[in-house]
């Protein structure tokens, strides 16, 4: 006899959305996890009173109010603003790319000076494509050319975008770019959605409020018993490697993974900000990120004598550890697809998040689509 009306595998945010809205439209849910502990990539851990984002840095911002007041209502979010600085050659320039960015690159003070600067220096690769019968970026050397022209690419984009992905911008796809706004004022808010925030007290409380009064496992791999866990529920909510879930019967996808440093610094404020991108290619590390500043602002920052760094390498996946962000080249969408679509034919699974739908997902889109997900509607 099934136990559950669904087993969870995987406790990060889509996992959690799904069990807490299941349970309370009345299902019974049993969440695993193979990690130690909860939450999957929103995981923090308190070192020196602060909140260390132990997967990364996690911002959360939306404009969808639904979203927004989903979250907040299980636990207070702060006004934190993501305005991450990037440093080639030792010089500093805001991002993303905006008209602070446009003085420190050209000494442009109007928009329309640094409208009159880009267009000059994308007119090389507009004509290039027009050459080759070619209207929309293909890859995501043009997109960022088309954007922002030559300067910007060489020194703010193209060292950083090789680094994390470990691949040529030619061989990467445009919309990884067009994530980040480009602005013709003086505006270094890092994103254009109407809310944004760090939960109070950090994600640890998002994910406890999300889990409280359902059963959770951790330390359970899913694929070590498969057929047991399969056994206790109706349905299985997958939110693991797609690929490893059919047992990589068409090949390997690939992933990125993030190798993180931390260290921790007898001073109160080492950096100024949560994030410092390093965009050069001669600098190992992607971005640096200094937890306190997501939740001390202003005087706050000073009560704490010490604080705590993690540099980020980024490399390609392994066996043995996280895979963090799909790859998203051509290869590994075909393969994809062909995993997706094998998906598509089960009934009795539903797979969610990035790595089961091996989609490169922000967090509130995450939540979105656990609204959205048929298997809720059917519940309401
Ligand atoms: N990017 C860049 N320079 C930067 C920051 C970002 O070229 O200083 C590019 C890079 O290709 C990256 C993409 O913009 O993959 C998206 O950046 P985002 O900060 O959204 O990445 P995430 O926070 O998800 O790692």
Redesign the pocket.
Known sequence: MEKYDYLVVGSGLFGAVFAHLATKAGKKCLVIDKRPQLGGNIYCEKQHDICVHKY??HIFHTSNKEVWDFVNALVPFNRYTNA?V?VYEGKMYN?PFNMNTFYQMWGCKTPAEAEAKIAEQKQQVVEEMRAQGVDAPRN?EEQ?LCLVGRDIYEK???G??EK??GRPCTE?PAF??K??PVRMIFDNN?FNDSYQGIPIGGYNKLTEALLAGIECKVNEDFFAQREYWESLAEKVVFTGQIDEYYNFCYGKLQYRTVRFEEEVHETPNLQGCAVI?Y?ERSVPYTRVIEHKHFESFGADVYANPRTVISKEFSTEWTEGSEPF?PVNDATNTELADRYRALAAKESKVIFGGRLAEYK?Y?MAPVIEQVFNHPEVKSWQ
């Open positions: 990364g840095a991450p990037a991002l995501l960022a703010l984009i193209k950083y975008t994390q992905w990467l990884i770019i994530r980040l890092y991108n965009t962000y490169y922000d």
